[in-house]
């Protein structure tokens, strides 16, 4: 069935580094791809997303690529900053029904 | 404006006891969600109600009963309160049909047994 993996956690990197998140992903078809992000004490919300191969899906200084080719998407920030600690959820939803896969959390943590 | 709201925000009752979360989503989205959240932030879909009609029920214990009343709530009914329900409970809602469709979450409950 379908599903996504992506590093576990925790991470934690100092202000201004670089963030590589990986996300893989295992789907039948075609589907779209996800990254939310959790705030302390909130709920998910939207960061980015890609609806197929090659798309990149871009927001607040993250970016992530839909890679067929090695069923990938991973999330990069060039320069991080302590507002971004968080969880980050990969995700994705076969373009049939509105069934949505997470995986398990990847937990930032940036310190000044 | 609050797009997806959950009530209550926190919740500590007693093992035994009844509990009900509510929900409510002003997007005029036709899918609701329901999701717990463990304390390692693994996220688990319970069920997925289509315009008031159950679509995914995950295996989950019989003590949990969603209830959608309209298109725009689904509320989540817990008997029976066990030690291992402790967790956050989050409800999301989507647009129906073929997408991709994001979702969108509320704030969630932490629902806490004693």
């Known amino acids: 069935g379908d599903s996504v993996t992506q590093m576990e956690g925790p991470v934690t990197l100092s202000e201004e580094a670089f963030l590589t998140i990986n996300c893989t992903y295992t789907?039948?078809?075609?589907?779209?791809l996800f990254w939310y992000v959790q705030y302390p004490g909130e709920g998910l919300q939207l960061l980015l997303k890609?609806?197929?191969?090659?798309d990149k899906g871009s927001n607040k200084g993250f970016e992530a690529t839909y890679r067929k080719e090695t069923t990938s998407f991973h999330l990069e920030k060039g320069s991080v900053q302590v507002s971004d600690s968080a969880v980050y959820f990969c995700?994705?939803?076969?373009?049939?029904?509105?069934?949505?896969?997470f995986g398990t959390g990847t937990s930032l943590t940036v310190i000044p | 404006d609050t797009a997806v709201s959950q009530t209550p925000k926190y919740l500590v009752t007693q093992m035994g006891n009844d509990k009900s979360i509510k929900c409510e989503q002003n997007?005029?989205?036709?899918?609701m969600y329901w999701y717990k959240q463990d304390s390692k932030k693994f996220l688990k879909i319970m069920f997925s109600?289509?315009?008031?009609?159950?679509?995914i029920n995950e295996t989950v214990p019989n003590r949990f009963s969603p209830k959608s009343p309209d298109k725009a709530h689904l509320n989540l009914h817990i008997n029976s309160l066990e030690l291992g329900d402790s967790a956050v409970y989050f409800c999301?809602?989507?647009?129906?049909?073929?997408?991709?469709?994001?979702?969108?979450f509320g704030p969630g409950t932490r629902l806490t047994v004693t």
């Open positions: 999301a809602s989507s647009q129906a049909g073929t997408g991709p469709y994001e979702q969108y």
């Open positions: 789907a039948t078809g075609y589907p779209s």
């Open positions: 890609a609806t197929k191969a090659d």
């Open positions: 995700a994705l939803t076969p373009n049939t029904g509105n069934q949505f896969y």
């Open positions: 997007l005029g989205h036709d899918t």
């Open positions: 109600y289509n315009n008031k009609e159950l679509i």
